[in-house]
Nanobody
Framework: QVQLVESGGGLVQAGGSLRLSCAASGRTFRTYAMGWFRQAPGKEREFVAAFSWSGDTTYYADSVKGHFTISRDNAKNMVYLQMNNLKPEDTAVYYC?????????????????WGQGTQVTVSS
């Protein structure tokens, strides 16, 4: 079992930056793939970025490549999402998630644990 708590969301103008944080507790942090998903109003939850189970590979959705960066601090059991050059279409609730699978899975229904989400709103 693992518990996830996100923070760092807020309101920002287009072109601005935010850094989301996810604090993980419970089972050994290093045994999970860790990632971020987002869900905009009226849309399905979608994959944003993730670390592989081994922690040595990162994955990004095409829509965020080049302006979002995922990072982790194993000593602190933290995962971060640095979001630069934000656009109004990045507006969503952002969720931190953990997955026990050894292979990368992009569908949100496969991931095992979820945080409560943090709202990111980008104004034009």
């Amino acid at each position: 079992q693992v518990q996830l708590v996100e923070s760092g969301g807020g309101l920002v103008q287009a072109g601005g930056s935010l850094r989301l944080s996810c604090a993980a507790s419970g089972r050994t942090f290093r045994t999970y793939a860790m990632g971020w998903f987002r869900q905009a109003p009226g849309k399905e939850r979608e994959f944003v970025a993730a670390f592989s189970w081994s922690g040595d590979t990162t994955y990004y959705a095409d829509s965020v490549k080049g302006h979002f960066t995922i990072s982790r601090d194993n000593a602190k059991n933290m995962v971060y999402l640095q979001m630069n050059n934000l656009k109004p279409e990045d507006t969503a609730v952002y969720y931190c998630a953990a997955d026990t699978s050894l292979t990368m899975r992009y569908g949100s229904r496969w991931w095992d644990y979820w945080g409560q989400g943090t709202q990111v709103t980008v104004s034009s």
